[in-house]
T-cell receptor, first 115, second 117 residues
Framework: AQTVTQSQPEMSVQEAETVTLSCTYDTSESDYYLFWYKQPPSRQMILVIRQEAYKQQNATENRFSVNFQKAAKSFSLKISDSQLGDAAMYFCAYIPRNTGNQFYFGTGTSLTVIP | NAGVMQNPRHLVRRRGQEARLRCSPMKGHSHVYWYRQLPEEGLKFMVYLQKENIIDESGMPKERFSAEFPKEGPSILRIQQVVRGDSAAYFC???????????????FGPGTRLTVT
């Protein structure tokens, strides 16, 4: 079975500080993609960052970076210099490369940014 | 290039009525995916369609739910005889045509929030 687990239902961070959101997944596939999506109150799904499993280098997008540990099946998101606009639900997602019809999403982490 | 469009954004139905949710994919995209997000949960896959074909409906409830993507016009997710448990946000995503099988980047629409009273 392919599952994605986010064990932190809620997190908070002080503005300008750094926060790390955790995600683990289970799969027997060797080639896949991992994503972090942001869902603000508007409910629009916004792609934050993407990682390809065959790439050892961790993906980075401005203040957002990931720590991808393939052997441990772990994919955490680090947000540096947190801003008020970062407050949202964050979903970790997985999709296999060769049979990539559907995303598997975690249950989300609600991030609060404290001014 | 306009993004994925969904309408209506909010839909209220009484128990037993029908709900029709529409999704217009991005220009040039021929693959459509529907996901459902129940309260306090992540998105769950329902169905994957290409023009005039259902490719994978493994996530669709067996009864009352159907989806289509006609040659012309938007994709429709139809829920007959709605019940309170159908209240959720329904998201559509689209992707461009490509090689058969394999991963295609999916672009999400803003979702339709269905409330059943």
């Amino acid at each position: 079975a392919q599952t994605v687990t986010q064990s932190q239902p809620e997190m908070s961070v002080q503005e300008a500080e750094t926060v790390t959101l955790s995600c683990t997944y289970d799969t027997s596939e060797s080639d896949y993609y991992l994503f972090w999506y942001k869902q603000p109150p508007s409910r629009q799904m916004i792609l934050v960052i993407r990682q390809e499993a065959y790439k050892q280098q961790n993906a980075t997008e401005n203040r957002f970076s990931v720590n991808f540990q393939k052997a441990a099946k772990s994919f955490s998101l680090k947000i540096s210099d947190s801003q008020l606009g970062d407050a949202a639900m964050y979903f970790c997602a997985y999709i296999p490369r060769n049979t990539g019809n559907q995303f598997y999403f975690g249950t989300g982490t609600s991030l609060t940014v404290i001014p | 290039n306009a993004g994925v469009m969904q309408n209506p954004r909010h839909l209220v139905r009484r128990r037993g009525q029908e709900a029709r949710l529409r999704c217009s994919p991005m220009k040039g995209h021929s693959h459509v995916y529907w996901y459902r997000q129940l309260p306090e949960e992540g998105l769950k896959f329902m169905v994957y369609l290409q023009k005039e074909n259902i490719i994978d409906e493994s996530g669709m409830p067996k009864e009352r739910f159907s989806a289509e993507f006609p040659k012309e016009g938007p994709s429709i997710l139809r829920i007959q005889q709605v019940v309170r448990g159908d209240s959720a946000a329904y998201f559509c995503a689209s992707s461009p045509p490509g090689l058969a099988g394999g991963f295609h980047e999916q672009y999400f629409g803003p979702g339709t929030r269905l409330t059943v009273t």
